[in-house]
C-alpha cells in the first residue's frame, strides 16, 4: 500500500499522535525536558508526514472535491438519535491537516529555544501537544457533535496556555477573559446544534448537506435563524466584533503561543467550521449577508485600533483580528475558496511575524513596546530579515503570499456585487500596509535604544522561522490566476478559481499597499512628519483607537450598571417578595395553627361550654328568624 493511501484511511492517526505525546509527557516524562520536547516534536512531526500523505491523496482524486472520504464508527444510538466518530477528508480538511500540523510542529521546534530554563518546560509542551490534538481533531469530525467536543477542548487549552504564568495577575484574567467572552459565542454555537438535529435528525456534515436545500425552501427563517446561531460560536472563537476583546489580551501567553493561537488554531477554528459547514449558510442569503457585514466591519475596525498600539504582540493581535474579519467576510460574499486561500497564506506570514516578535521579546528581556526598541536590525539581522518578510506579505506586495489570497477576496467581493465592503475592505488593506510598516520601522529600523542589548537568536529560533520565510514568499503561487489546476480549483465549493485577471483590483490594492508603507516610512522612517504632533491634531479619533474605542470599558459598565444592577434588583424581589410571600404563608399557617390549638383544648367543660354556646345560638336564630327560616339557615330545612 503506498504512504498517500494508507494516510488517507488513517487520517485519525493526525491527531492521535500528538494526544500520545501529551499524555507520555504529562504523565511519564514530566521530570524530563530534553525527552518532553523531544517526543513532542517527534510525534507532532509524524502528524505532518501523514498530512502530507493526505494532501497527496486528495491531489491524486480529483472526485474527493465532490464526495469527501468518510470513515467513521458509531459513537453511541438511541431512538431519534445515532451519533458517529470518523475522519472526513476532503480538500479543505487537508489543506487545514497539512497547515496546522506544520506550524504546530515548527512551534515546538521554536519552543525548544524560546522556553530554554522555563519552570514549567515540560508542562508548557504537554499543552502544546494537546492544543495540536484538539485542533486536529476538530478539522477531520465528520459530524457537528464531534466537531463541538474538540471545540470545547480548543477553547480550555488556550486557557490553559493564556494563563501559563498564572502567578501573574494579568495572565490569570486573560486566560478568564478568553474562556468566559468564548463561552457566549459556544452558547449559540450549541443552541444552533440543538435546532439542527432536532429539525433533520443528524447531524452529519453529508447528510445536513443533502437534506438543507430542500428545507430551505419550506422554512427559510428557520434556517436563517439556525445559520445566525452557529455563526455565533465562530464570532466568539474567530474574535470577530463584538467578541474580539479577548483576543489582544491572549498576548499574556508566552510568544509560541500566541503564533499557534493565531495562525493555525483557535482562531481560525471558527473559520473553518464555517466553510465546514458552508452548506447551511449558503441556502440562506440573509445569514450570508451577516457573516459577510460582520466580517468586513471587524477587518476595518480592527485595522483602525492598531494603528495606534503600542506594544508588538498587540499590534499583531489587531492584525489578526482584522485579517481574521477578510476571511469571514469572503465566506460571507460567497467565496469559500478565497477564505481558505487566505487562511493558509495568512498562517505561513501570522505565524512567521509571531516568531519573530517572540525573537525580538527574548533578546530584550520582555520589553514590548515598539518605541523602547530601534535599531535592532544591526544585532539581529536574521529576525529583521523575516519580519519584513512578513511585512512585504502582509502589506500585499506582488509576489508575496499575502498579495495573492487578499486580492482574491478584493475580486470575489467585488464580483458579488458587495462595492461597499469592496471599498472598505481596500481601506482596511491600505490601514494594514501602515501600521505594520509602522512597527518594523520603528522598531528596527528606528534610532537605537543604549539601554537594549539585543542579540540574535539561537537556531533552534531562527529554523522554524526560515521556513515560514520561504512559504511567505512562495506560498500564494499555488493560487495564482494562472495556475490551472491550482489551489481554487481543489478547493473549491461550488464555485471556480476565478482564471481571469481584474488588473484594477490587483493594480489598485498593490497602490494601496505601497502608499501605507510608503506614509509610513515618511512618518517614522525619514520622520519627515512629526508623530506625535499628528496624534495631538487627530485629538479625540487617536484617544478612541488608542483606548479601543472604549469597547472593554463599555463591557465594564454593562457588567456594573445593568447586569449587576439587575442581579441586585432581583435579589431584592427575592429576598421581599418571593420569600416574604413564601414566609406569610408560613406565618399564617402557624397563626392558624395556635388558633386551632386553643379550641382543641382536651377539656370536657370547655367543650360543653361550646356546645352550649351554639345551642344558645341556634335557639336565639330560631326565635329572631322563625323555625322555618333558621333551620333552611343552618342547614336543616328543606
Not at 494603528?307 to 499583531?316: A, D, F, G
Amino acid at each position: 500500500m503506498d504512504f498517500a493511501l494508507f494516510s488517507l484511511n488513517n487520517a485519525w492517526l493526525i491527531p492521535l499522535l500528538p494526544f500520545m505525546a501529551f499524555v507520555l509527557i504529562a504523565f511519564v516524562f514530566k521530570n524530563m525536558e530534553k525527552t518532553a520536547s523531544t517526543t513532542a516534536i517527534l510525534f507532532s512531526g509524524t502528524s505532518f508526514l501523514i498530512a502530507l500523505g493526505v494532501v497527496t491523496a486528495v491531489l491524486q482524486r480529483p472526485e474527493l472535491i465532490e464526495n469527501p472520504f468518510v470513515k467513521e464508527v458509531r459513537w453511541f444510538s438511541m431512538p431519534g438519535l445515532h451519533i458517529t466518530m470518523g475522519q472526513l477528508i476532503d480538500p479543505v480538511a487537508a489543506m487545514m491537516l497539512f497547515v496546522v500540523s506544520l506550524v504546530a510542529t515548527l512551534v515546538m521546534i521554536y519552543s525548544t529555544g524560546y522556553m530554554h530554563g522555563d519552570p514549567g518546560y515540560t508542562r508548557f509542551f504537554a499543552y502544546l501537544c494537546l492544543f495540536a490534538t484538539s485542533m486536529l481533531g476538530l478539522v477531520i469530525a465528520t459530524n457537528l457533535l464531534q466537531m463541538f467536543i474538540f471545540w470545547e477542548l480548543v477553547g480550555l487549552c488556550s486557557y490553559l496556555l493564556i494563563g501559563y504564568y498564572y502567578f501573574k495577575d494579568s495572565a490569570r484574567e486573560a486566560a478568564k477573559k478568553a474562556f468566559m467572552t468564548t463561552r457566549i459565542g459556544d452558547f449559540g454555537l450549541l443552541l444552533g446544534i440543538m435546532f439542527l438535529q432536532l429539525n433533520f435528525g443528524t447531524l452529519e456534515f453529508t447528510e445536513l448537506a443533502d437534506k438543507l436545500p430542500a428545507f430551505a425552501v419550506a422554512h427559510p427563517a428557520l434556517v436563517t435563524l439556525m445559520g445566525i446561531l452557529v455563526f455565533i460560536g465562530p464570532i466568539g472563537k474567530s474574535g470577530q466584533f463584538p467578541l474580539h476583546v479577548w483576543l489582544p489580551d491572549a498576548m499574556e501567553g508566552p510568544t509560541p503561543v500566541s503564533a499557534l493561537i493565531h495562525a493555525a488554531t483557535m482562531v481560525v477554528a471558527g473559520v473553518y467550521l464555517v466553510a465546514r459547514a458552508f452548506t447551511l449558510f449558503e441556502v440562506s442569503p440573509e445569514a450570508m449577508h451577516v457573516i459577510a457585514y460582520i466580517g468586513g466591519f471587524t477587518a476595518f475596525f480592527a485595522a483602525s485600533i492598531a494603528l495606534t498600539q503600542r506594544e508588538m504582540k498587540r499590534i499583531l493581535a489587531y492584525s489578526t483580528v482584522s485579517q481574521l474579519g477578510y476571511m469571514m467576510m469572503a465566506l460571507g460574499v460567497g467565496s469559500l475558496t478565497a477564505s481558505m486561500f487566505h487562511l493558509m497564506t495568512h498562517a505561513f506570514f501570522k505565524a512567521l511575524m509571531f516568531l519573530a516578535a517572540g525573537s525580538v521579546l527574548h533578546a530584550l528581556h520582555g520589553t514590548t513596546d515598539i518605541f523602547e526598541m530601534g535599531g535592532l536590525k544591526k544585532k539581529m539581522p536574521y529576525t529583521t530579515a523575516f519580519m519584513c518578510i512578513g511585512l512585504v506579505a502582509i502589506a500585499g506586495v506582488p509576489p508575496f503570499a499575502g498579495f495573492w489570497s487578499k486580492d482574491e477576496i478584493l475580486l470575489m467581493t467585488k464580483l458579488h456585487g458587495f462595492t461597499d465592503l469592496y471599498y472598505l475592505a481596500s481601506l482596511t488593506a491600505f490601514m494594514t500596509a501602515f501600521y505594520m510598516s509602522r512597527m518594523v520601522f520603528t522598531a528596527f529600523f528606528g534610532k537605537e535604544n543604549p539601554h537594549n542589548h539585543p542579540h540574535e537568536s539561537p537556531w533552534s529560533m531562527l529554523f522554524p522561522m526560515s521556513v515560514l520565510a520561504v512559504l511567505a514568499c512562495v506560498g500564494g503561487l499555488v493560487g495564482t490566476p494562472w495556475t490551472e489546476h491550482g489551489f481554487g480549483y481543489w478547493v473549491r465549493y461550488g464555485e471556480l478559481h476565478h482564471p481571469e485577471v481584474d488588473w484594477t483590483v490587483m493594480g489598485g490594492s498593490v497602490l494601496l499597499g505601497l502608499a501605507g508603507m510608503s506614509l509610513a516610512w515618511i512618518i517614522y522612517g525619514a520622520k519627515l512628519i512629526d508623530a506625535n504632533k499628528l496624534a495631538r491634531r487627530a485629538g479625540f479619533l487617536h484617544t478612541l483607537s488608542y483606548r479601543k474605542f472604549f469597547i472593554d470599558e463599555i463591557y465594564q459598565w454593562i457588567n456594573k450598571v445593568i447586569v449587576d444592577g439587575t442581579g441586585r434588583f432581583l435579589y431584592w424581589i427575592d429576598i421581599h417578595v418571593v420569600d416574604g410571600f413564601i414566609d406569610g404563608l408560613a406565618d399564617g399557617t402557624g397563626w392558624s395553627g395556635k388558633m386551632l390549638r386553643r379550641v382543641q383544648t382536651g377539656q370536657v367543660q370547655v367543650y360543653a361550654l361550646i356546645f352550649f354556646a351554639a345551642v344558645v345560638f341556634i335557639a336565639v336564630i330560631m326565635g329572631l328568624m322563625g323555625e322555618s327560616s333558621a333551620m333552611a339557615l343552618i342547614g336543616g330545612g328543606k
